[in-house]
């Protein structure tokens, strides 16, 4: 059974997320827009997403945010940098 995060569309706007794997040289990101009607007909299925560290916005669907093997809800620091 995979584990997802629960992502209610309308409470994405401005929500934080870390990537489990970094894209690019970013893990910590933060939803900039998100269109007017996420589900339902004539929906569109896409946030706009920002790393904090070098600003430059991209579109995902939305829905890839469920997926734990890619993101987890929040800024959450790397296993590397916890203290033991």
Known sequence: MTSSNEVR????????????????KDRHFMVTKVPAVLVGPGADDWV?????????????????????TRWQQGWVRGESTTPR
């Open 48 to 68: 706009e997403i920002e790393p904090v560290m070098s600003r430059i916005a991209r579109r995902i669907p939305w829905r890839e945010l469920e997926d734990t």
């Open 9 to 24: 569309p309308g409470k994405l706007l401005h929500s934080k997320w870390t990537a489990v794997q970094p894209v690019g």
